[in-house]
């Protein structure tokens, strides 16, 4: 067998040693990716009308919100809920941000403190308020008296169960931070029972798939 045929065979094999290894090498498949871009995010990805007029009873219409926020938020969801009249207006909005977990755990405390500060001053004005059935010339009032109490009293601070920590607040407002998503959600509503359960809603739907952040590869 000639010089040259005995290259031929070697280079040959070679070749074939060679393209194995490159043929078994993985295809890179794209990871998949979860989360939506804030700017684009919809409500009734979270909170469908038809779920919202059950949870919160009679006839609920989305209401636009003109509202500049924070870069990184989406815009919060809005509603009127018509029962009787005057309606009721209630709101939640997402915060999906890095930090997210730190501001809720702060405004725990801060929702806390000033549930409890108002209530003290609702106390105080309750008392140097004039007493139920005395007639009072508001054009001959006292400038230097204590206002009247207000109408609707507000509540203390009290944790209640859904996601991984909340706290209803206010008489008016509800947050807590979700289970599965790298969120803390706000509520805003007249009634605590429906706000407990707007809010069992939302951290029922809220996953880390459609949650209100950049996107980001799936763990």
């Known amino acids: 067998m000639s010089r040259t045929t005995l290259i031929w065979l070697a280079l040959a094999a070679c070749g074939k040693d060679g393209g194995g290894e490159e043929s078994k090498k993985p295809t890179d498949q794209p990871r998949k990716l979860a989360g939506v871009y804030p700017e684009k995010f919809a409500c009734d990805s979270v909170t469908p009308e038809t779920d919202l007029g059950r949870v919160l009873g009679g006839t609920v219409r989305a209401i636009d919100n003109p509202a500049s926020v924070p870069r990184g938020v989406a815009k919060p969801c809005n509603y009127e809920v018509t029962i009787q009249q005057p309606p009721e207006y209630w709101t939640y909005d997402i915060d999906c941000r890095d930090n ?15 549930s409890s500060e108002l209530v003290q001053q609702y106390n105080v004005a309750s008392d140097a308020a004039p007493e139920p059935g005395v007639k009072v010339d508001a ?7 204590a206002p009247d109490a207000p109408q609707r009293a507000p509540e203390e601070a009290s944790t209640v169960d859904v996601g991984a920590k909340a706290l209803d607040h206010h008489g008016q407002g509800l947050i807590f931070i979700d289970d599965d998503a790298p969120c803390y959600v706000r509520v805003v509503g007249p009634d605590r029972e429906r706000r407990l359960a707007l809010a069992k809603l939302i951290a029922t739907n809220l996953t880390f798939t ?10």
């Open 210 to 219: 459609n949650a209100p952040m950049t996107p980001r590869p799936v763990p």
């Open 139 to 145: 054009g001959k009032r006292d400038p230097d008296a």
């Open 100 to 114: 997210a977990k730190q501001t809720a755990d702060a405004l725990f405390v801060q929702y806390t403190r000033t």
